[in-house]
């Protein structure tokens, strides 16, 4: 998870020894299994990461626009997000890329500030609309299914001046912005997913100011854009529902999680991988998926006991109304998830007074550490640990009673050239844990790698190349080449077996 690249503490390094006895419930077992004949497989990109095009056809500015130009500094590498993969003009090279690669489903976002330019549908842009039934088309000629995220992140800037995920409205702005959708591609498209990675979303823009808008208020308002998304993502879940059931599709929310491993087996740390699972999972997926509904009550408990040791009168997590909880609960047709890594929690005497001012981390009160050999060349914040991966199902299984799980999101970054080896070895590891999960029961029905091509990764730029198709962002024409990962993908798609011997060599797509 992105945000614990900053808290990993060293002082986890003294349990690694009593670390590597922890069991291990993934096995490994690669030997030439099938992934059943339904399972399908699927690559994800989103709008504001690829389209570019960013003051053509109409579209209006978001607050990543806004974050960005009024920054020069923001990016880290500096790099240029206005032509990103260019998709916007080159959508056909995209599904081109998608045939050729032989996946099933091709998950990508619509830009809001592109179909509605101030946010509101008093404006519909035609132009917006235009361009997305020209890609769903070309996806439906080709054989290849869309599933569309409506929200991943590209606020369009009006609304974010009028408070953005702080104002409750937004989930009146959304479900008018999700019913201009359903109304102009529910005819074709049956999947939807609504809002990406609410964690994501409030710890990186509303804790940490990380992503845009940049609110640092980690005790407070990252728990009322939580609770905003909550109550947006059950909006725009029932508006489908009400009104356009005969479509006969789909709706859920992508929730990101990645795996919390008890560092030892001290109660303790026990207690820490539950309460990370609360705060990082459960506070938007209990809501949702637990029959009662409702925040998790071990995140209710430790959010009012420290509010009110910090003097405020009520706790910093505000409470659903009992009308609240019932809108929201039942609100997902499966489960979408986004995981990428994993980590050891504990909780000991070390974590006394790290934080001075309220804070999500110090209400959840863990440690987390990382083993070494878990640790990807190119990215600061990514692990692999593909076991993490297998237990996570495990554990969404039983918390979740048996929900049909889609991954939406996998993946890692590597080096730039054609043998991204360190990617392979990734893709490899999940996929496997995937099988185990499904051996043991777990109902994964689908696998979306991210991402098709590089993507600018927000405020990494292009510092983190995660694509299956590399991009050369030198050339304003943004050409792309297979990297091995791709050739190696495309095989298991078509074989639908994980060759650990599969060893292309460039010219062998
Ligand atoms: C996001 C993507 C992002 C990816 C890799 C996910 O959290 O949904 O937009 O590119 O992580 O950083």
Not at 250 to 275: F, G, R, W, Y
Not at 283 to 298: C, W
Not at 368 to 395: C, F
Not at 463 to 479: C, F, Q, T, V
Request: hydrophobic share 35%.
């Amino acid at each position: 998870m992105k945000y614990f690249r900053n808290i990993t503490l060293l002082l986890g390094f003294i349990y690694v020894t009593s670390a590597t006895k922890l069991k291990n419930t993934y096995n490994g077992r690669n030997e030439n299994r099938t992934f059943p004949p339904e399972f399908l497989f699927g690559v994800a990109t989103s709008a504001f990461q690829v389209e570019g095009g960013w003051n053509q056809g109409g579209r209006g500015w978001s607050m990543w626009d806004y974050e960005i130009k009024t920054d020069p500094g923001y990016i880290s590498d500096g790099s240029k997000y206005e032509v990103a993969a260019d998709s916007y003009n080159q959508y056909k090279r995209d599904v081109g890329l998608l045939k050729e690669l032989g996946v099933n489903v091709y998950r990508f976002s619509l830009s809001w500030p592109r179909i509605l330019p101030l946010g509101t549908p008093d404006y519909v842009n035609p132009e917006g609309i235009a361009y997305y039934n020209k890609l769903i088309d070309e996806l439906l000629a080709n054989g290849i299914t869309p599933m569309i995220t409506i929200y991943h992140w590209d606020l369009p800037l009006r609304l974010a001046e009028l408070g953005g995920w702080l104002n409750e409205d937004i989930a009146t702005w959304l479900g008018d912005y999700a019913r201009v959708v359903y109304q102009n591609f529910g005819d074709r498209v049956k999947t939807w997913l609504t809002i990406n990675e609410p964690f994501i979303l409030c710890s990186l823009g509303y804790a940490f100011g990380t992503h845009a808008p940049r609110v640092i208020s980690p005790g407070e308002d990252f728990y009322e854009c939580g609770r905003n998304v909550l109550l947006a993502h059950a909006r725009m879940y029932h508006i489908y529902h009400d009104e356009f059931k005969s479509q006969g599709g789909k709706v859920a929310v992508i929730i990101s999680c990645d795996m919390a491993l008890p560092l030892t087996d001290s109660l303790d740390d026990a207690e820490a991988a539950e309460d990370y699972f609360a705060f990082t999972l459960g506070q938007y997926a209990h809501p949702i998926f637990s029959p009662q509904g409702n925040y998790p009550q071990r995140l209710i408990d430790r959010v009012s006991r420290a509010s009110s040791l910090q003097g405020y009168k009520q706790s910093r997590l505000r409470p659903f109304t009992p009308e609240q909880i019932n809108y929201i609960r039942g609100t997902s047709d499966f489960f979408g998830l986004n995981s990428y890594s994993s980590y050891y929690v504990y909780r000991n005497d070390s974590l006394k007074e790290r934080f001075a001012a309220p804070s999500f981390e110090d209400d959840m009160y863990i440690g987390t550490y990382t083993a070494p050999e878990w640790a990807i060349e190119t990215s600061s914040w990514m692990y692999r640990y593909a076991p993490g991966l297998y237990n996570l199902l495990v554990y969404l299984k039983k918390v979740y009673n048996d929900p049909v799980i889609y991954i939406t999101e996998n993946g890692s970054s590597d080096k730039m050239g054609f043998y991204d080896e360190e990617k392979i070895a990734y893709y490899r590891g999940y996929l496997n844990a995937v099988l185990d999960a499904i051996d043991d029961g777990v109902d994964v029905r689908m696998y979306t790698a991210w991402s098709l091509m590089d993507t600018f990764e927000w405020n990494h730029g292009y510092s983190m190349r995660m694509g299956l198709y590399e991009m050369d962002i030198e050339d304003p024409n943004r050409p792309v080449f297979p990297r091995k990962s791709a050739l190696v993908y495309k095989e298991i798609i078509r074989s639908r077996v994980i060759d650990p011997d599969y060893n292309p060599e460039p010219n062998d797509l």
